[in-house]
DNA sequence: TCTGGGGTCCTAGGACCC
DNA sequence: TCTGGGGTCCTAGGACCC
């Protein structure tokens, strides 16, 4: 019989910062951005913060509308990835079977645990009360026979608290959920229930799979099929390895001159060989993404005969997508790109790339290196080192 | 309200091969 | 002559999640 915890750090970001500063403890603290910030969003609200109706997704602009007095931040990424190992840590504790999911939450596999930890009951406590005591932070935390399921109890539960679906009630508990509670349905498939009047999911448990499929498609149909039934969906069964690795930027304002696209193309294309070059994968599929000032979002891919292994060459795949995608004339309001169908690096085949690319990669190497210290340092002589890049006339250096 | 950044998966259609 | 069917790989776009 399997059982699962689901474990869900409860207003992540913020609570860090309240654990950090004392001073912000019992007040709205909303993580994303300062007031003024254009063209953020709301990463993270304390409970204080949702009460005055601030929510995750949200512009900052509209938060600060709706709670002026509340504590805006920025963020501090690599503060919450120390946090978030010190929290995988402690549950690492009560499974080998630990599944992170994302920064702040995680699957474990508490089959079998009962002789060392206790019932669901007391393993949940244990694991709650050792998070808080270890990293000072709460966890809201679900049990059931499958993962989604788990997933759901948890996120009913929330904040600080347990849910257990008992083996057997994972039908019984699904039946009477609003269909807004619905993990992998969202803003658009609410509206497509909304319109066909399905209220909990007892309204969609009452249709045949073959008229889900019809409404919603093959794979979506059999999923909400099976969710509603309490079923676990596959997708969340297995743990699938890293499929893309992508960066991108949207600017404060919408960028017009395609030189100006170009460089930040080139910087974000740095940014990407830099993490690449320190991860097990390879890849011979770039593409790009391109949203326009209308929000209007068209990308492009290519898959390559032969892994990339230079900056060179990613930004001259990058660059000749960009060009035969992007519309003169039309302003840009964010600009991406990145690397899919990630595999196991190959073993050395020194012969496959060229003795010049083995010497490019060197250089590039110690130089992002270095510009990743000192940020735009290298930026400038690695960009005329492109034999590809012109710049206009007129441009200055 | 004027919409981040980093991911995953699905669908539909085209190219190409046998 | 004017056209089958299956398989695989690829691209573009969209929905969703945290």
Same mark, same amino acid.
């Given at each position: 019989?399997?059982?699962?915890?689901?474990?869900?750090?409860?207003?992540?970001? !913020?609570?860090?910062?309240?654990?950090?500063?004392?001073?912000?403890?019992?007040?709205?603290?909303?993580?994303?951005?300062?007031?003024?910030?254009?063209?953020?969003?709301?990463?993270?609200?304390?409970?204080?913060?949702?009460?005055?109706?601030?929510?995750?997704?949200?512009?900052?602009?509209?938060? !600060?509308?709706?709670?002026?007095?509340?504590?805006?931040?920025?963020?501090?990424?690599?503060?919450?990835?120390?946090?978030?190992?010190?929290?995988?840590?402690?549950?690492?504790?009560?499974?080998?079977?630990?599944?992170?999911?994302?920064?702040?939450?995680?699957?474990?596999?508490?089959?079998?645990?009962?002789?060392?930890?206790?019932?669901?009951?007391?393993?949940? @406590?244990?694991?709650?009360?050792?998070?808080?005591?270890?990293?000072?932070?709460? #966890?809201? #935390?679900?049990? +059931?026979?499958? @993962?989604?399921? &788990?997933?759901?109890?948890?996120?009913?539960?929330?904040?600080?608290?347990?849910?257990?679906?008992?083996?057997?009630?994972?039908?019984?508990?699904?039946?009477?959920?609003?269909?807004?509670?619905?993990?992998?349905?969202?803003?658009?498939? =609410?509206?497509?229930?909304?319109?066909?009047?399905?209220?909990?999911?007892?309204?969609?448990?009452?249709?045949?799979?073959?008229?889900?499929?019809?409404?919603?498609?093959? &794979?979506?149909?059999?999923?909400?099929?099976? &969710?509603?039934?309490?079923?676990?969906?596959?997708?969340?069964?297995? /743990?699938?390895?890293?499929?893309?690795?992508?960066?991108?930027?949207?600017?404060?304002?919408?960028?017009?001159?395609?030189?100006?696209? /170009?460089?930040?193309?080139?910087?974000?294309?740095?940014?990407?060989?830099?993490?690449?070059?320190?991860?097990?994968?390879?890849?011979?599929?770039?593409?790009? @993404?391109?949203?326009?000032?209308?929000?209007?979002? #068209?990308? !492009?891919?290519?898959?390559?005969?032969?892994?990339?292994?230079?900056?060179?060459?990613?930004?001259?795949?990058?660059?000749?997508?960009?060009?035969?995608?992007? =519309?003169?004339?039309?302003?840009?309001?964010?600009?991406?790109?990145?690397?899919?169908?990630?595999?196991?690096?190959?073993?050395?085949?020194?012969?496959?790339?060229?003795?010049?690319?083995? @010497?490019?990669?060197?250089?590039?190497?110690?130089?992002?290196?270095?510009?990743?210290?000192?940020?735009?340092?290298?930026?400038?002589?690695?960009?005329?080192?492109?034999?590809?890049?012109?710049?206009?006339?007129? +441009?200055?250096?």
């Amino acid at each position: 019989m399997s059982f699962f915890l689901h474990a869900d750090l409860d207003a992540f970001y !913020a609570s860090v910062e309240q654990l950090d500063h004392p001073e912000y403890r019992g007040k709205p603290v909303i993580v994303g951005g300062l007031p003024g910030d254009r063209r953020s969003v709301v990463s993270t609200a304390s409970y204080e913060a949702r009460k005055y109706g601030v929510h995750s997704a949200m512009p900052i602009a509209e938060a !600060a509308r709706r709670c002026p007095d509340g504590v805006f931040l920025r963020g501090n990424m690599e503060r919450y990835r120390e946090k978030s190992g010190e929290v995988m840590e402690v549950f690492s504790g009560f499974s080998p079977e630990l599944q992170q999911l994302s920064i702040d939450e995680a699957f474990l596999d508490v089959s079998g645990t009962e002789g060392l930890f206790g019932p669901p009951e007391q393993l949940s @406590k244990k694991l709650k009360a050792q998070v808080k005591q270890k990293t000072g932070l709460t #966890v809201s #935390v679900g049990l +059931a026979s499958n @993962k989604y399921i &788990a997933k759901i109890a948890s996120g009913m539960s929330k904040p600080d608290g347990c849910c257990i679906i008992p083996p057997g009630g994972e039908e019984a508990f699904m039946l009477e959920l609003p269909v807004g509670k619905i993990w992998g349905a969202g803003s658009k498939t =609410q509206e497509v229930f909304r319109r066909h009047g399905f209220k909990t999911c007892r309204d969609i448990h009452l249709l045949p799979q073959e008229k889900l499929v019809s409404i919603f498609g093959k &794979a979506y149909g059999v999923f909400l099929y099976r &969710a509603v039934r309490g079923e676990g969906a596959q997708a969340f069964e297995t /743990e699938r390895g890293t499929r893309s690795m992508s960066a991108e930027r949207t600017f404060l304002n919408d960028l017009y001159d395609e030189f100006e696209i /170009e460089t930040a193309l080139f910087d974000i294309c740095q940014t990407i060989m830099f993490r690449f070059l320190s991860c097990p994968w390879q890849s011979r599929t770039v593409f790009i @993404k391109i949203r326009y000032e209308d929000f209007t979002t #068209v990308g !492009a891919r290519e898959t390559l005969e032969r892994p990339i292994t230079t900056l060179n060459s990613l930004y001259d795949r990058l660059l000749s997508l960009f060009r035969g995608k992007y =519309q003169s004339g039309r302003g840009v309001r964010l600009i991406g790109a990145g690397l899919g169908n990630l595999e196991e690096k190959a073993p050395e085949q020194g012969d496959l790339f060229g003795k010049t690319d083995e @010497k490019e990669r060197r250089l590039e190497q110690s130089i992002l290196e270095i510009n990743n210290k000192f940020p735009g340092a290298a930026l400038k002589r690695l960009r005329s080192l492109n034999s590809e890049t012109e710049k206009p006339p007129g +441009a200055r250096d």
